[in-house]
């Protein structure tokens, strides 16, 4: 059964230090998104890529967060430096651009910043 | 912009039903989905209304007033797995998918 892929599954990192989580869509899915979720909250949509284009990144802290999707594929998200807030599940989900409405979601990334 | 409400937590019985309400403001609406979350795990996709009405899929049926900007997720007949949070996600133009803040609910035995 096809799924997104996520990794790695956990990070600890300090505090002004860089980290770097990846993503891999269903094939065939051109919309990918990535989510940044806090305990007990729901998920908060950071950046949503229409092949390689972004289309949404407005709730990206674009001072230290960055994304990429350069072959309209695998993703990247990146954040430089990581600071104590940034601690949370970090979801990577895709879908087909249309037809296929609902969005099929990775493991995610728990990231602690200590 | 839009704006998502739906309750923090709900606490219900083993065998009984759970109604969990949302309510959305958006511009471009597309359609309204449910997602069950397990704690520590992803969000796993249970229904997807676009039309007003109910869609009824085994003990899980879900409504959508578009009108009214309105949906609710019943959960029948429940089991001690279906502890879980439930969220709330409206799909607006351009596919963006906005979720809500979930709703914890907890079936006690």
């Known amino acids: 059964e096809a799924e997104v892929a996520q990794s790695p599954r956990y990070k600890i990192t300090e505090k002004s230090q860089a980290v770097a989580f990846w993503c891999d869509p269903i094939s065939g899915h051109a919309t990918l998104y990535w989510y940044r979720q806090i305990l007990g909250q729901g998920p908060e949509l950071l950046v949503q890529?229409?092949?390689?284009?972004?289309?949404?990144d407005s709730q990206l802290p674009k001072d230290r967060f960055s994304a990429e999707r350069l072959k309209g594929v695998d993703s990247t998200l990146k954040i430089q430096p990581a600071e104590l807030g940034d601690s949370a599940m970090y979801l990577c989900?895709?879908?087909?651009?249309?037809?296929?409405?609902?969005?099929?979601f990775g493991q995610g990334t728990r990231l602690t910043v200590v | 912009g839009q704006n998502i409400d739906q309750p923090t937590e709900m606490t219900a019985t083993e065998g009984a039903i759970v109604q969990i309400n949302c309510t959305y403001q958006t511009s471009g609406f597309n359609g309204l989905f449910w997602y069950q979350q397990h704690a520590g795990e992803a969000p796993t996709f249970l229904s997807y209304n676009v039309l007003d009405g109910l869609e009824e899929k085994g003990r899980f049926s879900s409504f959508l007033s578009r009108s009214k900007g309105y949906s609710y997720l019943l959960l029948k007949e429940l089991q001690m797995k279906d502890s879980a949070s439930y969220l709330c996600?409206?799909?607006?133009?351009?596919?963006?998918?906005?979720f809500g803040g979930g709703t914890r609910v907890l079936v006690k035995p």
């Open positions: 996600a409206v799909e607006a133009a351009g596919n963006k998918l906005t």
């Open positions: 890529f229409q092949d390689e284009s972004v289309v949404d």
């Open positions: 989900a895709s879908s087909l651009a249309a037809g296929g409405p609902e969005a099929f």
